[in-house]
Every structure is written in structure tokens, then in C-alpha cells.
């Protein structure tokens, strides 16, 4: 078994990449591991399709936050031989929360990495870009469309960022006008937000759908229509804790396999933190699934679960 390492020099605090190697030398034997650095967008995929080439059973360590991740799950899906895992160093891993509240420290176990158990994990499908987490559409992506745009901003560290992005999206108006399709429900008209689930947190702590899995065949959607400003601020830490059930009259949800979603202007779709512009997206299952592996003992974190094709919705 090959492990590689694909390390994101600029996620985390300074010399992170370095103290990781660190770590990596002392839980594996000299020579039986390989790492290498990214230098831009687009070279974790790269890195990692190179690694997958030879067809031979290997273990790819995706070490940074979402934006690494992703990019390695791109590569590694539906390759049985490969399987995938992050070495947290970013700021976000939001994934990685699914294995509850000290999920995230874990990983840092490489030791338990290097011999835990792994398993299919469905994906979703938004446009061909695949993610593992959360897709999302509406007031929420567009905000953290202008996240990345603050942050690059000298002396803007990413909480004043975030903080700067909302006030300028709400500035502009919760919702935006999509036409939205997903199992027996019809929307057309003003809406604040479309969230799809396989995972189980985003944007940094949001915690939308609480019984969702990565293992279940079934995509967790969330619909909120048209809402008033004083509305989305009553209701926006509902959703962050997951108690939309709580919220009829707000929110429509459906448990399927596909949502589909049209607006007569460009609108922004976040993929585990990944940007897509469009008018049209498909956000399905997809047919493809990724082997994830995880330290020793985690275990998913989930309330009950809904069965495939079950429901509840409210009108807006």
C-alpha cells in the first residue's frame, strides 16, 4: 500500500507544512510514504491523478482545508484502488465534523489514519464538479463568494472577512429570484437559500441537516423561500443548529436524489467551498463513490435517518 502525501503549504499558521512533515516521518517508516506541495489551484487534482495513474492500491492524505479536499476527491472518485482522506491544516475541514465534536482532532492522528477502516461515501454531483459536503445556493453562497474576495484584502483576517461579506450581502437583499425543482416540490420566485447535504456542516459551523450521511444513498435538501430580513434573522440560528423542522411556513425539505435550479441571472453555486457560476445547475447523486478512510473508533455522527423519498414540506 502506497501512502501519498499532498500537502497545501499556504493552509494553516506558518511552518505548518513543515511540522506536518515532521509528524508524518515519525509515524511512518523511512521510505514508505511519499509527499508532495501544491503550488496553485488545481494542483492537489493533478498531484493526486498522478498518484492514482498506476492503478496499484494507495491512500492519498489530502492535507490543507475544503479547497484540498476537494480537489482530491475530484481525482480519486470512482477509483476503487484509491481512497482518500484530510490531514487537517486549513481553516474550515468542515467534512470532517460528521465524526462529532473532536472528529477534527483526530485526523490529526496519522498513526490511526495510516491503519483505520475505510468506506464508500456518496458524492454529489453540481455541473460535473463533485463534492463530498455541502452544496449550496442563495444568500449563503454569496457570501462566501465575498469572503474570498475580503480576505485578500492586506491586514483581513478571515473572521473580519466573513463578517464584511455578510453586511455587504444583506446590503444587497436576501433573495434572489430561482426556479427550483426537487422531487414533488415546485418553487418559483424569490429565494433566500438551496442547500444540499451529504455531509453535515459548512461555512464554517452550520450545521443545516443533523441526520444526514455520507453513506446513504440520499441527498438532503433544504428550500427557504421569500423572507423578510427581520424573518432570515429569527430563523438563520435555527438552521445553523439544524431545528429547520422547526421552522413550517419557512422552510421546504425533501430527502431525494436530485434538485434542480434555474435563474434568469447568473447566480453563484459553493461546492465544498469550490465556485461555479451558472443560470442552470444540476445538483444530483452521483453515480460515482469515493473511498474514504478515518482514524480507528470514529464513528459518523447522526441523528435518525429518513428514508429515501420521505419528506416534509410547508408552503412559503
Given at each position: 500500500m502506497r501512502h501519498v502525501f499532498i500537502i497545501n503549504p499556504v493552509a494553516g499558521p506558518k511552518d505548518s507544512a513543515k511540522q506536518l512533515l515532521d509528524r508524518v516521518e515519525a509515524a511512518f517508516p523511512a521510505g514508505d510514504f511519499e509527499a508532495y506541495t501544491t503550488q496553485g489551484a488545481g494542483d492537489a487534482r493533478r498531484l493526486a491523478e498522478e498518484a492514482l495513474a498506476p492503478g496499484d492500491p494507495v491512500r492519498l492524505y489530502a492535507c490543507g482545508g475544503d479547497g484540498t479536499l476537494n480537489e482530491v476527491v475530484n481525482a480519486a472518485a470512482g477509483k476503487p484502488w484509491g481512497a482518500v482522506t484530510n490531514v487537517p491544516m486549513g481553516t474550515g475541514n468542515d467534512f470532517l465534523r460528521i465524526f462529532g465534536r473532536e472528529g477534527k482532532s483526530r485526523f490529526d492522528d496519522l498513526a490511526a489514519l495510516k491503519e483505520g477502516p475505510q468506506a464508500a461515501f456518496d458524492l454529489i454531483d453540481c455541473?460535473?464538479?463533485?463534492?463530498?459536503d455541502v452544496v449550496c445556493v442563495g444568500v449563503d453562497a454569496?457570501?462566501?463568494?465575498?469572503?474570498?474576495r475580503f480576505k485578500?484584502?492586506?491586514?483581513?483576517?478571515?473572521?473580519?472577512?466573513?463578517?464584511?461579506?455578510?453586511?455587504?450581502?444583506v446590503l444587497k437583499g436576501i433573495t434572489r429570484s430561482l426556479e427550483v425543482e426537487m422531487g414533488p416540490i415546485r418553487h418559483r420566485g424569490r429565494t433566500a437559500l438551496v442547500?444540499?447535504?451529504?455531509?453535515?456542516?459548512?461555512?464554517?459551523g452550520?450545521?443545516?441537516?443533523?441526520?444526514?450521511?455520507?453513506?446513504?444513498?440520499?441527498?438532503?435538501?433544504?428550500?427557504?423561500?421569500?423572507?423578510?430580513?427581520?424573518?432570515?434573522?429569527?430563523?438563520?440560528?435555527?438552521?445553523?443548529?439544524?431545528?429547520?423542522?422547526?421552522?413550517?411556513?419557512?422552510?421546504?425539505?425533501?430527502?431525494?436524489?436530485?434538485?434542480?435550479?434555474?435563474?434568469?441571472?447568473?447566480?453563484?453555486?459553493?461546492?465544498?467551498?469550490?465556485?461555479?457560476?451558472?443560470?442552470?445547475?444540476?445538483?444530483?447523486?452521483?453515480?460515482?463513490?469515493?473511498?474514504?478512510?478515518?482514524?480507528?473508533?470514529?464513528?459518523?455522527?447522526?441523528?435518525?435517518?429518513?428514508?429515501?423519498?420521505?419528506?416534509?414540506?410547508?408552503?412559503?
Open positions: 455541473n460535473g464538479l463533485l463534492g463530498l454569496r457570501v462566501a463568494v465575498d469572503v474570498h485578500r484584502i492586506p491586514f483581513i483576517g478571515k473572521k473580519l472577512a466573513y463578517i464584511l461579506s455578510l453586511v455587504v450581502t442547500c444540499v447535504c451529504n455531509g453535515q456542516y459548512y461555512g464554517g452550520f450545521h443545516p441537516v443533523p441526520e444526514a450521511r455520507p453513506d446513504d444513498g440520499i441527498l438532503d435538501m433544504l428550500l427557504v423561500g421569500d423572507v423578510s430580513l427581520l424573518q432570515f434573522a429569527r430563523f438563520v440560528g435555527k438552521y445553523a443548529a439544524g431545528r429547520y423542522r422547526e421552522c413550517p411556513g419557512l422552510v421546504q425539505d425533501w430527502h431525494g436524489d436530485r434538485v434542480f435550479i434555474t435563474a434568469p441571472e447568473e447566480v453563484a453555486a459553493v461546492v465544498d467551498g469550490e465556485v461555479l457560476w451558472g443560470r442552470e445547475f444540476v445538483i444530483r447523486l452521483s453515480e460515482e463513490k469515493l473511498n474514504f478512510f478515518y482514524p480507528q473508533g470514529a464513528e459518523i455522527q447522526a441523528q435518525a435517518l429518513i428514508p429515501a423519498g420521505a419528506g416534509s414540506s410547508a408552503s412559503l
